[in-house]
């Protein structure tokens, strides 16, 4: 039987953050498609590679595909069925490599790597997941103790939710865990200010070197977020 | 300067499930504090033990305690208290050696071997948290697909909650993700028939030999829920 297709979480960014599962079956991989972001700038990175050649992944196991960064999601769309037609007709060509796609963070977790795996599936190929460390977890260790304990309840808001959703989260007394700040950056400096008695933790890039972390209510209140930003709010 | 005390989280159950960075830290950790779940019937287990020795952790780097698990907390902080002061007094003897606590899942995710943390900060040590895998994202990964995508939201309810909290749950578009299924047996298969149109996943015991997984409805709403399970819930 052929092998799944192995979609590979590699973690929040730090590369010691993969799991030994991701990181011992990229080793034995001989294609690992691996996203390039192009910005509206046209400037590239990849977080992925990196991370991957960090760890001793070679080079020549790696098939780089640029991945449009746009609020319209045509460009992303078009390069990920490039890549799932791609897999198709190796696997349909008779090629049993060992085959995998891989994303930051978890791979199940706000990754739009996914819509590869609805091609993949539609043309009836298998596919495997493997579970990786999201980024907000990564965060709280770098903050300490615990993001949720007891009763307590977690809520993730990707950026965008209604201002009844927004009230009813900082009114709570859960932990709220926010991310892609910049698409919220309003909000969350108004609720700062109307909400002092939650406790707020403010990140950005976390595991890179140019992380940030901040706790003051003032420095939050004035900084322009960028996308790869992350707010946690507890009320302890 | 002293080492910090490393928190460490093993991940879900799988051995393979641990971070790289977590492996490499317990191979040079002399001292690894390990707890041994005590049963109300006595009975002893530990998952964290058998994840370490499974990928080569030592016997004799394992510093087993003995963990009450009970709804009363008396026993568990007995024990973790213990834990904390015998770690404080082998740094108040100048014991430089490098020493881990460790947590299955995620150590800031539920996980009440926090406690140890906070006498150790209070007694001024410092401590490093590492990240890992939490148990609900491992559940998704072998659902596959996303568990929350685009702007959807996540709710994470660990067993218990108001029957307001309940009902805006189910209502809501967002992912729900229940944990501690034993907590909530007759909410979770009220919920499965009152709100048919959602996607019910239930899991047991996820990254074991006994895992279980359905997504029959018939079959969720008849079972015993035991501790160890977990639910999730999509609109789609």
């Known amino acids: 039987m052929t092998e799944p297709i192995y ?5 929040p960014g730090e590369p010691e953050l993969m799991t030994l ?6 080793e034995r991989c001989s294609r690992i498609y691996t996203p390039v972001a192009i910005a509206p700038t046209g400037k590239r990175s990849s977080k ?3 991370i991957m050649l960090s760890l001793g992944i070679r080079a020549e196991q790696l098939i780089s595909y640029d991945l449009p960064m746009s609020k319209q999601r045509e460009g992303a769309e078009r390069a990920y069925r490039r890549v799932a037609d791609e897999i198709i007709s190796l696997r349909q060509m008779g ?4 085959i995998a796609v891989v994303a930051e963070g978890d791979s199940g977790f706000y990754s739009s790597s996914a819509y590869i795996g609805d091609h993949l599936l539609e043309a009836g190929l298998s596919i495997k997941q493997l579970a ?3 980024a907000f977890i990564a965060c709280n260790a770098l903050i300490g103790g615990q993001l949720v304990q007891l009763e307590e309840q977690l809520r993730v808001i990707p950026g965008e939710a209604t201002e009844a959703e927004w009230t009813e989260a900082w009114s709570s ?3 709220i865990v926010v991310m892609k700040g910049s698409l919220c950056q309003d909000e969350i400096q108004r609720a700062v200010r109307a909400y002092p ?3 707020w933790h403010y990140l950005e890039f976390v595991g890179q070197e140019r992380e940030y972390y901040s706790t003051d209510l003032e420095e939050i209140c004035t900084r322009k977020f960028p996308y790869f930003s992350i707010i946690i709010s507890k009320t302890r």
Chains 1, 2 share one sequence.
């Open 7 to 11: 979609f590979v979480s590699l973690g």
């Open 21 to 26: 599962q991701a990181f011992r079956l990229l």
């Open 48 to 50: 992925a590679t990196e």
């Open 95 to 98: 090629c049993d490599e060992c």
């Open 132 to 134: 990786g460390v999201p």
């Open 173 to 175: 007394q859960h932990t």
């Open 197 to 199: 008695e939650r406790k």
